[in-house]
């Protein structure tokens, strides 16, 4: 996940403005608005780097670790003020003339979280210059080429993992991107058995390489399948914000409202984790959706008046499914294709072309796109056909 940059900002302020404009203010003195993270191992980890950090600052080493626990955090917990403190800890060390190409590919990874794509990839481009056998930048590259939907350049970022990194993160890498260009088949069994002959003792390596195995399932259209990866990466024990996100809309496409409760009633921090609570809670009638509305319309006007568009693809869901207004639903939709081209952004843009009524030109450059890229996904194709029947059903 998940994050873009869009020159139709103050555009979409303008047509929102009215919508968003008030802040949420809570109904009474016992309604949670938000729950912190545990002060577990994890925040102890962090102090005692941060104290280290502190005690020596001219440690480069050191800080780099830091900003890479913080970074990590981020993305298990879904939580972007650990992106923040990640950004603060590592300034210092971007104001060198040559900063170390670990500190340019670890800026990227920042800029890659705020889908700020063309940024990411100079100073991964900078990076590689400098260390050319840095795996990390090459990984970061193709997760960001095949993001942008540029599969053939993803590939060739790929390719000297082989070398560079373990046979499974390399062959996650490779399949993931095969999978989205007509391949599918090949790839899911050459990731399938890479898997099982992996020797991995690195539980979150192991886990990406279940959650896009169940991704490539979901999208060959055996759910049954995807639903026995995505329990086996839970399995794993290691938090991962985005593993909650892909089981909870595994989850909504098959109408399992209480499971996604379950699943996410504490974990409405993060934006697109609220959002997919909220849709469920709004198809079960429960009165908590309405809450969980007036937060995320308070969160989304609050990420444009920051000059945030990373959220866009899940405003357009918010939108689309909980609001029930498909025009701004689809023009947030086609910025966010602008900048990522993943399944789900297919989706949501197809999703408000047709219930806007306007099917002749909105989608076209998607529908172009799945063609021309032979991207395979089960969920999509209903939709497609829709669209080939004039957007009649």
């Not at 109904?27 to 020596?56: C, M, T, Y």
């Not at 300034?91 to 170390?100: E, F, K």
Request: aromatic letters at 6%.
């Amino acid at each position: 996940m998940k994050h873009s940059l869009m020159t139709g900002l103050a555009l979409c302020g303008l047509i929102y403005s009215a919508a968003f404009a008030q802040p949420y203010t809570p109904k009474n003195d016992n309604e949670i608005l938000e729950q912190l993270p545990a002060h577990g191992e994890s925040w102890f980890e962090i102090r005692s780097l941060r104290k280290s950090v502190e005690s020596d600052p001219n440690n480069l080493p050191k800080a780099l670790q830091l900003v890479r626990r913080y970074i990590e955090l981020g993305r298990a917990e879904s939580d972007p003020r650990y992106y923040g403190y990640a950004e603060a800890a590592l300034t210092p060390w971007m104001q060198s003339a040559h900063p170390t190409a670990e500190a340019l590919t670890l800026r990227a990874t920042l800029f890659q979280n705020r889908h700020e794509f063309p940024a990411a990839l100079d100073n991964l481009n900078k990076a590689l210059a400098q260390q050319p056998r840095l795996a990390q930048a090459w990984l970061t590259r193709a997760l960001i080429q095949e993001v942008q939907g540029n599969y053939a350049a993803a590939l060739n970022s790929c390719l000297p993992l082989l070398k560079l990194a373990s046979p499974l993160t390399a062959k996650v890498c490779i399949t993931s991107t095969l999978s989205l260009s007509g391949q599918i088949d090949i790839a899911y069994q050459q990731l399938n058995q890479a898997i099982q002959m992996a020797q991995t003792e690195q539980p979150q390596e192991k886990q990406w390489a279940l959650i896009t195995l169940a991704e490539m399932a979901e999208r060959k259209g055996n759910d049954e399948l995807a639903e026995q990866h995505y329990r086996k990466a839970f399995a794993l024990e290691q938090r991962n914000g985005y593993l909650l996100a892909t089981y909870a809309d595994f989850l909504l496409d098959h109408n399992r409202y209480n499971e996604v409760i379950k699943l996410l009633q504490n974990e409405t921090r993060a934006d697109g984790l609220l959002l997919r609570l909220t849709m469920a809670e709004q198809k079960l009638n429960i009165p908590e959706a309405g809450i969980h509305k007036e937060i995320l319309e308070a969160r989304f006007a609050a990420s444009r008046m920051r000059g945030d568009t990373s959220h866009q693809g899940d405003e357009a869901r918010f939108m689309l499914h909980l609001l029930n207004k498909p025009l701004p639903a689809l023009e947030l939709a086609q910025m966010n294709w602008s900048v990522q081209r993943e399944s789900r952004d297919a989706r949501i843009l197809l999703e408000a072309a047709l219930a806007s009524g306007k099917v002749n030109h909105a989608a076209q450059p998607t529908l172009d796109f799945l063609a021309q890229s032979r991207l395979q996904d089960a969920r999509l194709q209903h939709l497609i056909d829709k669209f080939k029947n004039g957007g009649n059903s």
